[in-house]
């Protein structure tokens, strides 16, 4: 029932920008995109949320196509401690958070 | 300021046995939600509670889950007769809104993981 599209794998070099896509093409107008991710044996972790607007903070960026139809996660300069799996998700009006099964994160040093 | 807080962090119970999961939001939270996240996959929604009030639960299996949040007290998610298919990791958020929105942000405990053997 994950309403999110994400590739299941991806690799980065330490200090260069990392871009990672998220389809959701189902999305209604009223859904906030959230990201956040899990580090090992951890639980997971805000990272950003939008609704429609570009979205920028301490830890990264949020692109949102104009359609909304995608959105991409931006981490200006990938380190070693951003290897994670990165979880795109829908928030509706309901009360849950819908993880599908990320994206996993590998920074090569 | 203590962040969402989990025990056990780990716990393993036979067959039959019950396990109980406890979660102490952060401080001023008065929204919890359980997740469970079986090996290799993502985190799927279980219960979400407010205080003395379960307000959705359509994540919880029908049978031998049930979930609670006390005026006083952590929150407990307790497994009845738990089976192999029972292990997994669990996990507790919180958020602090009164009223849960599309933009509340959940902060998430360290989990607690079962195994069942």
């Known amino acids: 029932d994950a309403k999110t599209t994400q590739p299941n794998s991806m690799e980065s070099n330490e200090e260069e920008p990392v871009h990672l896509p998220c389809n959701h093409s189902?999305?209604?107008?009223?859904?906030?995109i959230h990201w956040y991710r899990q580090l090992p044996s951890q639980g997971p972790e805000y990272v950003i949320h939008g609704l429609t607007s570009n979205v920028n903070n301490r830890m990264a960026s949020l692109a949102i196509a104009e359609d909304r139809k995608s959105s991409t996660l931006i981490l200006h300069r990938a380190t070693l401690r951003d290897a994670a799996v990165y979880y795109c998700i829908l928030r509706d009006t309901g009360n849950q958070f819908y993880f599908g099964t990320g994206t996993s994160l590998t920074v090569i040093p | 300021n203590a962040g969402v807080m989990q025990n056990p962090r780990h716990l393993v119970r036979r067959r039959g046995q019950e396990a109980r999961l406890r979660c102490s939001p952060m401080k001023g939270h008065s929204h919890v939600y359980w997740y469970r996240q079986l090996p290799e996959e993502g985190l799927k929604f279980m219960v979400y509670?407010?205080?003395?009030?379960?307000?959705?639960e359509s994540g919880m299996p029908k049978e031998r889950f049930s979930a609670e949040f006390p005026k006083e007290g952590p929150s407990i998610l307790r497994i009845q007769q738990v089976v192999r298919g029972d292990s997994a990791a669990y996990f507790c958020a919180s958020s602090p809104s009164v009223v849960a929105s599309q933009t509340d942000t959940q902060y998430f405990g360290p989990g607690t993981r079962l195994t069942v053997l």
């Open positions: 509670l407010q205080k003395e009030n379960i307000i959705d």
């Open positions: 189902t999305i209604s107008g009223t859904d906030y």
